[in-house]
């Protein structure tokens, strides 16, 4: 089959691989018919994250038809179409009875790595690094899903790709993000950076209840979905103060909950940008996160910060000054897809959302290390790459 | 008679490196909980506690002697000494080498008490300058003061870090290679007890196990296998046993690897299933073998243990071991092994 290798930095080529094949019996292979590119997939295409290996398959955002599964596999069956969770989940350890599910303890085989970087392991994921289980990824024809009961859910016959795809991450992981600020009646909630993840944000924060949202990034295209698609107010970061503008526009209040969709490669401008970014490239600091201190430093007295943005090692001068004097709380962690899939799928099929207004471009499987190029560089207004294997 | 001998000293070590055996075992368990445990890997931890005041007087010395080496008219007037530059060099070198040698070398006892040593040499430098004519005593006598007070400081830590050394010394000259991990598994104290009490079943989950035969209620013959496919084979005798919480065992005989081990099982707090606890030592035998076999075991031994109890609450909470083994990627040959992540499993 044909799949998104990485070889490296900035070198991503589509190779002929051998087809996966049922390995533990809770398994079932599926056939892709649509997968996209993630911005955390840009993550290990900087070569931002440790432990990635030259051959890796990526893309962890995947949906298809089941064309083979394990003997242990009980609910579905060949010919199923389904959208798969981006993390891999047993069901039935401590974490996963209690549906945090990103915090299975069983689902990651290289958990010795992760502990020995995070002190204990998350989940395994699909196309990420092997700290996070190294498992093959679904930038491919087809993939093999673990835990097949668990992780992937149907998709009515009436639903097109395009609306069903974004179950498989950032739907959820905007939705979570949202649910972590505990949103209530009159509350303004600030949302760092426009991207898929910040988008559904957006629309999540409305969808539970926020009075207003205001959106921050610098690229033209992405305020005005946010804008546009999301009603939000936006802050173009390059032109106002952050921290200004969000007093100004919440009367000094500050935001009642700031979500913080950017994570480890944020951008800004001014001294402490170029201070994080050389600490990166010298490898003395692992993420520059400049969204998350903007958002502690702006969030009102006692609000939520919350992140679904991915951060992967250690991080300075996080404003833990603010953090405590303000008693904020934090919210994070990947996703606790299973927990919100079927739920969501609900809100589409009745029309609340329709997920396909973030995609720009679709191309071919074979396109795909031209995708991560004009995704990377945001060329072409680019804010959302769907691949179609075998189109 | 030689041979006895020999063996009577292995035996000393076996014990002193294993804390004797079953009813001093599971007190030096219960004590484990509260304080991380010397091992030959990790030793360091125990001793970090006067770690914070040597670090301080190492950089204290090179500061002085740095600021001797350089400015010692300056140094030599604060102090109210008369002007000899080259004999404040000399004591400024004396100073950094002490202070190099706490913050770099291994056992800094000998470093610290090289400090003391200065201290006197200072005061007794600073008492003769007392008795010169021209003394400008209000100057000497704060010198002095605060070389006391510094001399208080070393001996302090000299004594703190002779006693640790020791403690560390001693621990390394034993030659066993001894290690306990934990974990917790969703299953009852008594399933798993009963699962491990038929040995059995151990090669199930410990890796380097072939085979496990039970010959009676107390006796086993192990088969492990080594590098290069290497087989290595011991008797085994129960040498406690308390139902549903807790197994120790150790080798007999003529055992090729000396071995002893123990496991307990206590019910975690709130539901969660069981802790399950174990502890194993292994004693390798003198010449190439056993060099063989340290080297074997001495690979991150912690870490063996830990994926083998991990495969172990796999085994009782799914069943089976998820893998990523036999999946497809576009490796292309050497390149991938040269990466970290190739590297990082060779180390394990």
């Known amino acids: 089959m044909k799949a998104n290798c990485w070889y490296g930095r900035h070198k991503l080529s589509v190779e002929d691989v051998p087809d996966p094949k049922i390995i533990n019996q809770t398994d079932a292979i599926v056939k892709i018919t649509s997968t996209a590119i993630c911005g955390s997939d840009l993550h290990l295409y900087n070569g931002y994250v440790p432990t990635l290996e030259h051959g890796d398959i990526l893309g962890h955002e995947f949906m298809g038809e089941i064309v083979e599964v394990g003997r242990d596999v009980k609910k579905l069956k060949v010919g199923d179409r389904v959208v798969v969770p981006f993390a891999i989940s047993c069901g039935q350890c401590y974490f996963c009875r209690r549906q945090l599910y990103s915090l299975c303890d069983n689902s990651n085989p290289n958990a010795w790595m992760a502990e020995k970087l995070l002190g204990h392991s998350p989940a395994g994921l699909f196309g990420y690094t092997h700290m996070l289980g190294g498992y093959a990824g679904g930038q491919a024809e087809y993939a093999r899903v673990p835990f097949a009961d668990v992780g992937p859910i149907k998709v009515p016959s009436g639903m097109p790709d395009d609306q069903a795809l974004f179950l498989s991450d950032v739907f959820p992981t905007g939705w979570m993000a949202a649910e972590a600020c505990n949103i209530q009646p009159g509350d303004v909630i600030a949302v760092w950076g426009c991207g898929p993840v910040g988008l559904f944000a957006i629309k999540s924060a409305y969808m539970l209840g926020a009075e207003r949202v205001i959106a921050i990034d610098r690229f033209p295209e992405r305020l005005r979905l946010a804008r546009e698609q999301c009603g939000a107010e936006t802050i173009d970061y390059m032109r106002e103060t952050v921290y200004d503008a969000l007093m100004e526009r919440t009367a000094g209040r500050g935001p009642d909950s700031c979500i913080d969709a950017v994570g480890m490669e944020a951008h800004g401008h001014g001294a402490m940008f170029l201070l994080d970014r050389a600490k990166q490239a010298l490898m003395i600091e692992t993420d520059r996160p400049i969204a998350l201190r903007e958002a502690i430093f702006a969030c009102r007295k006692g609000g939520t910060v919350s992140v679904p943005g991915v951060y992967g090692g250690f991080d300075d001068k996080i404003p833990l000054g603010a953090f405590m004097n303000k008693a904020l709380t934090l919210k994070t962690g990947q996703t606790h897809m299973q927990r919100y899939m079927q739920p969501l799928l609900e809100r589409i099929e009745n029309g609340e959302i329709d997920p396909s207004f973030i995609i720009t471009h679709k191309l071919k499987l074979e396109d795909a290390p031209r995708g991560y190029d004009m995704f990377l560089k945001k060329q072409d207004e680019c804010v959302k790459v769907v691949l179609k294997p075998g189109a | ?348």
């Open chain 2, 1 to 348: 008679m030689a041979m006895q001998t020999k063996n009577r000293s292995d035996e000393l070590r076996m014990e002193g490196a294993m804390a004797g055996h079953s009813g001093e075992l599971t007190e030096r368990q219960q004590s484990s909980r509260r304080a991380p445990q010397a091992h030959r890997n990790g030793d360091t931890q125990r001793f970090a506690g006067s770690d914070g005041l040597a670090k301080a007087l190492g950089w204290f010395s090179i500061g002085l002697g740095l600021a001797q080496i350089t400015a010692p008219r300056g140094v030599a007037n604060m102090i109210g000494l008369s002007d000899d530059r080259g004999f404040m060099r000399y004591l400024g070198a004396r100073e950094m080498a002490a202070g190099i040698g706490i913050l770099t070398q291994q056992y800094q006892s000998g470093w610290l008490w090289g400090r003391v040593a200065g201290d006197l040499m200072d005061l007794a430098l600073l008492a003769s300058a007392f008795r010169a004519d021209d003394a400008r005593r209000d100057r000497l006598a704060g010198a002095t003061a605060a070389v006391l007070g510094v001399t208080l400081l070393d001996i302090m830590a000299a004594q703190q870090h002779s006693q640790s050394d020791t403690a560390r010394r001693r621990s390394l000259r034993s030659d066993a290679i001894r290690s306990t991990k934990a974990i917790t598994i969703d299953a009852s104290p008594e399933t798993l007890y009963r699962f491990w009490r038929n040995f059995e079943n151990l090669p199930r989950f410990m890796d380097h196990l072939e085979s496990v035969h039970v010959i009676d209620n107390k006796r086993s013959h192990w088969i492990a296998r080594g590098p290069g496919g290497r087989k290595f084979a011991w008797d085994s005798e129960v040498i406690e046993d308390r139902p549903n919480a807790y197994i120790a065992w150790r080798s007999t005989g003529n055992a090729d690897v000396r071995n002893t081990g123990n496991v307990r099982f206590d019910r975690a707090p709130g539901d969660r299933g069981t802790e399950v606890r174990v502890e194993i030592a292994y004693l390798p035998p003198a010449g190439q073998v056993g060099a063989t076999i340290a080297w074997m075991m001495g690979q991150a031994p912690e870490q063996r243990i830990q994926e083998n109890l991990r495969k172990l609450k796999q085994l009782f909470e799914l069943g089976e071991t998820p893998t990523t083994e036999g999946q497809p990627s576009g490796r292309k040959g050497v390149l991938s092994r040269l990466s970290p992540v190739g590297l990082l499993e060779e180390m394990r």
